[in-house]
């Protein structure tokens, strides 16, 4: 029998209900009704969607909302991707094990731990001390293999690369150039949400190619920009 979702199930508890609400139960529902069945077949996707407590990687109050089909917001204008969202980035960057990836706007760090349940050798960076923080309260217990760094977004992390992956978690209008260039010419790939136009998202594969980064579009997605990767308005006078 097919479980049918039930989309009050998470959305009407509140901070106080949080002790009786069975999380690995919400887990399972997550994986089994928002993403297996929008394409993502990847087992170590699946895998690391059952088993990571997505509900200690948002702030204490969202938790029982952490599960829900739908981006969690963080506070300042950041967002935890929706679940299928960020599986679907995380599947379209074919990641290999061993290979160094790196997430930008890594915020809490649940796209870092999903990524290095695949096998990669990941860093998550990020710029914002409130995120860092849960991200540093909670990965060293669910994936210690994850690098933590802070830094600013636009300028990637140059001191590791290349990189083979480089996952830009969030949506952007352009791709910084620091972090293109900071690709491995052989086979690297990097992965976002290209979001020119308000309203508009596309999930995209970068690939490093002798005219720049070629591009290819996957499947529409409207995620939050990210605040500070916006480029600065150009003034004509």
Not at 76 to 104: D, F, T
Not at 135 to 153: D, E
Not at 196 to 201: E, I, L, M
Request: net charge positive.
């Amino acid at each position: 029998m097919k479980w049918t979702a039930r989309p009050c199930q998470q959305l009407c508890l509140g901070p106080m209900d949080q002790n009786a609400f069975d999380f690995a139960l919400a887990r399972m529902h997550m994986v089994e009704s928002q993403v297996r069945p929008n394409l993502v077949s990847d087992p170590r996707i699946l895998a690391a969607m059952s088993t990571l407590p997505r509900e200690r990687f948002v702030p204490p109050e969202r938790a029982a909302v952490a599960y829900s089909d739908a981006a969690v917001p963080l506070g300042a204008g950041r967002v935890l991707m929706a679940p299928m969202e960020l599986a679907r980035l995380v599947q379209l960057a074919r990641p290999v094990k061993g290979e160094r990836a790196l997430v930008v706007a890594a915020g809490t760090g649940y796209g870092a731990a999903v990524l290095a349940e695949c096998g990669a050798a990941v860093t998550a960076l990020e710029e914002d001390r409130r995120l860092l923080a849960i991200a540093r309260s909670v990965l060293p217990a669910t994936s210690p293999s994850v690098a933590i760094v802070a830094g600013p977004l636009a300028d990637g992390w140059p001191a590791r690369a290349p990189w083979h992956i480089v996952l830009i978690e969030g949506a952007v209008k352009e791709i910084p150039p620091a972090i293109v260039g900071q690709l491995n010419q052989g086979g690297g790939r990097l992965v976002t949400v290209l979001a020119p136009r308000p309203g508009s998202g596309q999930a995209v594969l970068g690939c490093p190619s002798a005219g720049g980064l070629a591009l290819s579009s996957a499947f529409d997605c409207a995620t939050a920009l990210l605040p500070s990767l916006i480029p600065a308005p150009l003034f004509s006078f």
